[in-house]
């Protein structure tokens, strides 16, 4: 009898403990929350951090800015070689000293800083990865301005010119490759177009990319800070951005030596990069934002005594994204700073003046009196004059 009545007692207590078990898992999974779907819940910005590594180095770090109310994005490149006070390394270093010593959480941490904002996710892939994801995705298509070959160590790289698309082996040799007579933005510039190309294909191919058969081989090869549920949710987001109309946008800054190595050091101590990450962000999530149909040009000159202010305006201009063609003297002194509009587009060229603060914009007499006011025979969109009211920054 006692040992009947302990079997029972033996046997309730195994049954409440699998009733806590049972509730503790319900619990569990009640409590989990999905990130992508909070973000959308809140009506916010997906901020997406990409890390493409070769042996453990970043061979390039993107940051995609995406909203899937307007389909509108935009894509930061942060040079590996970007110079900082970091903090988690308690020394001046390159900022994907972080990556290859504190791994992708820190390193995350340190970009969120340098930009002002928040990341939530992280994808990361290796570059062996990638070359799968690019077969998978049928190659991805680029642009290479003149045919490479050339010989590093005993691997010959060997690349046509023109509009080509490249399969995964080619895609590694594509970002592989050395070459003495590139410069560091070359490079930087030859990865940019990569980030493009991938976004670009998971566009085209986002049907086939989704497919439940395929989905689970897809993510086999990417690094994600989420589970798979809310990484299929992330990837079909940022799968229809108009990619047509993404341009990189890149870090300005200066370079010094540090120990042997150059270093590009953000303007301003870094407040510009904040300020384009802020501005750019407004400008997304905008109904009216300033997002436009083309890249446009714009001429700087200088007309003042103070030398570097034409290039530094330029530079300060490239890093919202407008391609600037020179950066001159002007024919003459100014006393004022003015922006001459040569093709009418007021809009643009008032985001332009609020970059440096200038209320001073003058339209080109030829366009005042033409219906269509984009002039594509003009090779300048707009010119600025910069006048002794400009203090580097700013129009006082």
């Known amino acids: ?70 389909k509108r994005g935009a894509l930061f490149n942060i040079p590996g070689y970007t110079g900082l ?14 990556y290859k010593e504190k791994g992708i959480e820190m390193y995350k941490a340190e970009i969120e800083s340098l930009t002002g904002i928040e990341i939530p996710f992280t994808i990361e892939m290796s570059i062996e990865q990638f070359a799968v994801l690019t077969d998978l995705l049928g190659g991805l298509n680029v642009f290479i301005p003149s045919p490479v070959d050339v010989i590093n160590g005993d691997v010959r790289h060997i690349l046509p010119s023109g509009s080509v698309d490249l399969d995964g082996e080619k895609m590694i040799s594509y970002m592989s490759y050395t070459n003495e007579e590139e410069t560091v933005d070359n490079v930087q510039d030859r990865m940019e177009s990569v980030m493009v190309a991938f976004l670009h294909s998971m566009n085209k191919k986002v049907s086939f990319i989704l497919n439940k058969n395929v989905f689970p081989v897809f993510a086999r090869h990417l690094k994600a800070n989420i589970n798979n549920k809310a990484l299929y949710k992330l990837i ?29 050091f953000p303007d301003y101590n870094g407040e510009l990069i904040q300020e ?27 007309g003042t005594s103070q030398q570097g202010l034409a290039r530094n305006t330029g530079n300060l201009l490239q890093s919202y994204g407008y391609d600037v063609l020179s ?21 643009v060229v008032k985001a332009i003046a609020d970059i440096i603060r200038c209320k001073n914009i003058v339209t080109d007499e030829a366009v005042k009196n033409v219906d269509n006011i984009e002039n594509d025979d003009s090779l300048v969109d707009f010119t600025i004059i910069l006048g002794r009211d400009f203090n580097g920054r700013y129009v006082r």
């Open 1 to 70: 009898m006692t040992r009947s009545r302990n079997e029972k007692g033996f046997l309730f207590i195994i049954g409440i403990l699998i009733i806590l078990i049972a509730l503790t898992v319900v619990l569990f999974f009640a409590l989990q929350t999905d990130p992508v779907a909070n973000v959308l819940e809140n009506n916010q910005l997906l901020n997406v951090l990409f890390v493409l590594q070769k042996d453990g180095e970043p061979l390039f770090t993107n940051v995609l800015l995406y909203y899937p109310e307007s």
């Open 85 to 98: 006070i970091i903090k988690s390394l308690d020394r001046v270093d390159r900022i994907d000293a972080v």
């Open 236 to 264: 079909s987001l940022i799968s229809a951005i108009d990619s047509e109309r993404l341009t990189p946008q890149s870090i300005s800054g200066k370079r010094r030596q540090v120990d042997g190595q150059t270093l590009l």
């Open 276 to 302: 384009v990450f802020k501005q750019t962000m407004i400008s997304i999530v905008s109904a009216s934002g300033n997002t436009y149909d083309r890249v446009y040009v714009i001429e700087v000159q200088n």
């Open 327 to 347: 950066m001159v003297n002007a024919d003459r002194d100014y006393d004022k700073t003015e922006i001459i509009d040569h093709i009418g587009n007021e809009k």
